[in-house]
DNA sequence: CTATCGATAATGAATAGACGATTTCGCCGC
DNA sequence: GCGGCGAAATCGTCTATTCATTATCGATAG
């Protein structure tokens, strides 16, 4: 019935963008033609674009075809949508940015290079003014702190302190983190906790300039990640890299 | 005929996970359940869950409604999923954070601050050699450099030096940029390039210590941003975040 | 025993149709 | 002019159905 069905050529428009439409779904070919218009000026950030019932009649596809096309652009921010109003090119170019924060294991092995573990400290503390913000926890509650670091082929690849809640988890006897990073060990006892991710840059302060062989006060790059489980708070984790490590994401 | 339809309670489990449900959408509450079998241990890591047509009729709803909730969870890193093999827990826990890059003037407005802008640079030159790699042009190319601050309520809050590559966009005179942020004129002239990003921690040099009031080898955050369009690299910038910024990911 | 081929099963995608939610817009009474 | 109210437009979601794609498994020919 319509001229569009699974990768037919009906769509692809002539304007000759770079991308391979050939094996393009349908939606996608919606998608890649909704964007070719926006670059080529057709339609001018701040604009309204056709609504999905004209473009669906226009590329002749269903409108649910149309909608999981624009959905994927609004996702991505690309444009803005609102019931009644229409689709709306975004004004300004704030973008989202989806980043992997793999496993340090697959990380370094992703690079070929050979994985490496050494815990460095694994004491019960109380938590220190960091954790007990993160971690929503007050002075006196005990914590399990847990320092490490991670090495690719023999040179430190990242070091680690993470704070555990042992009211929010069991945790196991404290020699395992001796083999195991505390990390892979959490990944397998809660599998999916809601995370929150923050990036910054400090300097190497003793212990970690130590663990990571450089000089006192180098730039480094801190990640702080915070789990929680059913709103939990479950564990507070910074990881330290050196310098000219880079975090690469794609849009 | 469904015992589903849209944010009927029929879904609702009597697990009493935190998430309101009473306000979700179909797919959403699907995606609510699965998430709560996984957490509770009841599909560990690594196992294959029920198949879409199993799954939909055990909730009452379409096979679509199960898939669209099903493919929200393998966006996200928690299934992955295979034709004819099933859906499987995720074993490791790599997730995928989205990351939000908003406009500077939008960041800085939105903390409550006034936005201010100056232009410190803007010259024609060669480009540096992490311009030459980044833009793929080469020595022998004429590029535009703009270096320039932004403020927030006079306090230095980035700065920023960004290659523009008149190969691939028509550059305005350059004294438009001593009003105009760079980044935003580019936002404005090509609505949607794709970008490539890297973040990595670095010592603060000459001019960037000078602009941000830090001594020279402070830590501080920078971001890279390669803008290419249709394939050609338009813009290079790399912009630079005193110490104590923090990049906020929600996962 | 092994290689190949077909049946089968699971997800992926597309369609038409329906209904719901939300916001805008214009009409109407005042 | 203005406020309220209902119609209409538009996106959001759901269903049922069909076909496409991909992988597994087993049977069969050699």
Redesign the interface.
Known sequence: MSSLHAASPGLIRTSG??TDRRRLNTWQAVRADV?DR??S?EW??GSLIPTEQILSKEMGCARATVNRALRELADS??VQRRRKVGTR?TA????????????IR?EIEAMGARYGYQMTDCLARPPSPEAMQALQVDAGDSMILVKSRHMADDRPHCCEAIWLNPRAVNLPDARLFGTVPP??W???T??????????????ATGACAINLLVAV??????IERVNT???LPVSFARQF?P?????????
């Open positions: 963008s770079e964007l926006i670059r000026g001018p950030p921010g690309i090119v300004t170019s704030s973008r989202r940015a989806m980043m992997s924060l793999p496993v697959d990390q892979e959490l990944a397998r809660l599998p999916v906790a809601q995370s929150r991710f923050s990036i910054l840059a400090e300097g006060g180098t730039p480094v790059m801190a489980l059913n709103g890299y310098p000219h490590h880079r975090l690469v994401l794609k849009d």
